[in-house]
C-alpha cells in the first residue's frame, strides 16, 4: 500500500547512549507532534484550496469551466451535441401526424426517448464533472481524517477503503 506509514519509516542512527546509564535522548519532534504538524498543514492547503474555488467568477468564466463548453477537453458532450439532440426530439416532435397509417405516435415515443437519454447524458456528466472538480477536497480530508485517526491512536486502516 503506497499510504502505509512503514513504507515511509525508516531507521536513522542510534544515538550512542550516555556513560552514566542513561537512555540516549531523543532526536526529532515525536509521532504525535509530527502528525499534528502535518495535519495542521494539510488543513491550511485545504482551506486555501477552497477560498481559492470560492473566488467570484463571471458567468462567462463559469460558462468556460462548464463540462458543455466546447473548449473543455475533459467532456465527451458538449453545447453542439446538446443542441443538435434537442433539435431532433423539435423535429421528431414536428412531424406528430404526418405518419403513415398503423404508425401513428412513434414519433412521439422517439422524441421522448431521445429527450430522456438527452436528460440522462447531462445529468451524468454533470455528477462526472462536479465528483472530478471536488476529489481534490475529497482526497485531502480523508488524508486528514486519517492523520487524525493515527494522532489518536487508533487504527485509521480497519474500516476504510484505500484513497
Known amino acids: ?54 473566488k467570484c467568477l463571471t458567468w462567462k468564466e463559469l460558462w468556460r ?25 423539435l423535429l421528431l416532435l414536428g412531424c406528430h401526424g404526418s405518419q403513415p397509417a398503423g404508425s401513428h405516435g412513434v414519433e412521439l415515443v422517439n422524441a421522448s426517448a431521445l429527450f430522456l437519454l438527452l436528460l440522462l447524458n447531462l445529468l451524468l456528466i454533470g455528477r462526472q464533472d462536479r465528483l472530478k472538480r471536488k476529489e481534490v477536497e475529497r482526497r485531502l480530508r480523508g488524508i486528514i481524517d486519517q492523520i487524525q485517526g493515527e494522532a489518536k491512536g ?4 480497519v474500516g476504510k477503503g484505500t484513497l
Open 1 to 54: 500500500d503506497v499510504f502505509s506509514l512503514e513504507h515511509f519509516w525508516r531507521p536513522g542512527p542510534v544515538p550512542p547512549a550516555s556513560p552514566q546509564g542513561e537512555p540516549p535522548l531523543a532526536l526529532g519532534l515525536s509521532t504525535q507532534k509530527a502528525l499534528s504538524i502535518l495535519k495542521e498543514q494539510l488543513e491550511a492547503v485545504l482551506e486555501g484550496h477552497l477560498k481559492e474555488r470560492k
Open 65 to 89: 469551466s462548464s463540462f458543455l463548453h466546447h473548449s473543455n477537453r475533459c467532456s465527451c458532450f458538449h453545447w453542439p451535441g446538446a443542441s443538435l439532440m434537442l433539435l431532433a426530439v
Open 154 to 157: 487508533q487504527a485509521w486502516w
